[in-house]
């Protein structure tokens, strides 16, 4: 089977979700294959026993503010047509054509300049106590974009293989993702999260690498922004779980990716029979890790510091089973394309602390988006002469 032909044929439809969970380190994942296409929206309640395939933006829980590329607060689909295996098939073999592509101008909704002015401002809230972390982010994006979503989501599971690997199809916008980050796993009652905070980019070489791994597992100024979501975390599950079975499984776990490491902790608990599973999502919504703590005071921040609403970016993409098994990622490192307006955009961050480097911060946000670009043969270097 071509992936290729699987994806025209699912792109014939006006809603489809197509999912690889590529992560070898993950022990949590249902199925490593989910694919489902549909005719409709989903408007009603989300309830227990049904196949649900979609996600949440940012606003469905956090202070609205108009973003770029507009889709519904929950955009659902009930698929007619559903595969879900637990190990994705040997595609065959084919050459993965350059992504048909014409972009337009290339706009930032913060330029440089503006993007440290407002660390330095996050980092006067924190020294007087009104918050303790911020994740600021901007957007990188192209009016009159012309693009074939259905190549650049091979071209870019080709160059940044993750946990979740996903295309998502709403009417005439796609979200084309490669999201390292786990927003809301569930089996039966046992729901868990497994929060990102700390970032630092590969080596060049080997021992470069290692020493890399031992740069970031040494870096307090990491470990502390992780251990505070961990705690965030803990404190939003134990709303709508079982007193006491709120734990956390690994604490800063370094994890590797194509070109950078990552702390990643886990936090499960049981939840609370009388609490449905999108409340139980609701609970943790936004993820800390896109946000920062306290999650009012730096979403307050975020809605004052960033010119346009996220939209998707730091929502959350996923699928909900009849049997009760869900699993959303985190929407980060994924394109969204509006293919009737022809826009195209991509968001990119950092958690803003009180020892935070307002210049290595903004590197930091590009070289999250280098594979994302590598994809689609954009320079970052060339974006931000």
Not at 59 to 86: G, S, T
Request: glycine share 6%.
């Amino acid at each position: 089977m071509k992936l290729s032909a699987l994806l025209k044929w699912a792109d014939k439809h006006p809603f489809f979700f197509f999912l690889l969970q590529n992560d070898p380190y993950d022990d949590l994942w249902h199925y490593r294959w989910v694919m489902g296409v549909g005719k409709s929206p989903h408007r009603d309640p989300l309830w227990e026993g049904h196949w649900y395939m979609g996600g949440w933006t940012y606003e469905w829980q956090a202070p609205y503010k108009r973003p770029l590329i507009e889709f519904p607060k929950a955009a659902f689909f009930v698929p007619q047509l559903v595969i879900a295996q637990e190990e994705a098939p040997s595609w065959e073999e084919e050459e993965v054509a350059s992504p048909t592509r014409r972009l337009g101008p290339f706009q930032t909704t913060l330029t440089k300049a503006q993007f440290l002015e407002r660390v330095e401002r996050i980092r006067e809230h924190i020294y007087h106590g009104e918050v303790y972390q911020v994740n600021l982010s901007f957007g990188l994006w192209w009016e009159h974009a012309t693009l074939d979503p259905l190549s650049a989501y091979q071209q870019l599971l080709a160059a940044f293989p993750a946990g979740y690997n996903y295309l998502f199809k709403y009417q005439q916008k796609y979200i084309i993702g490669a999201s390292p980050e786990r927003f809301f796993w569930q089996w039966r009652n046992l729901v868990a999260q497994q929060p990102i905070k700390g970032t630092i980019r590969r080596g060049a070489t080997w021992e470069e690498d290692l020493q890399q791994v031992e740069r970031l597992r040494r870096s307090s100024k990491e470990l502390a922004e992780n251990t505070m979501i961990v705690d965030l975390v803990r404190n939003d599950l134990s709303r709508v779980c079982v007193p006491g079975t709120v734990q956390v499984a690994g604490l800063a776990f370094v994890r590797s990716y194509a070109n950078l490491h990552h702390l990643v902790s886990t936090v499960y608990g049981e939840r609370e029979k009388d609490v449905s599973w999108v409340k139980a999502a609701a609970s943790l919504f936004p993820a800390g890790s896109m946000t920062g703590a306290p999650k009012q005071a730096a979403m307050h921040y975020i809605h004052e510091y960033e010119p346009v609403g996220r939209g998707f970016y730091a929502g959350a993409v996923g699928y909900m089973s009849p049997e009760g098994r869900a699993d959303f990622a985190v929407g980060i490192r994924s394109w969204i394309y509006d293919s009737a307006a022809r826009r195209l955009l991509l968001q990119v961050g950092s958690g803003i602390t009180y020892d935070s480097e307002p210049s290595l911060e903004w590197e930091e946000s590009w070289v999250k988006a280098e594979k994302l670009l590598e994809a689609l043969q954009v320079s970052s270097r060339v974006l931000k002469s």
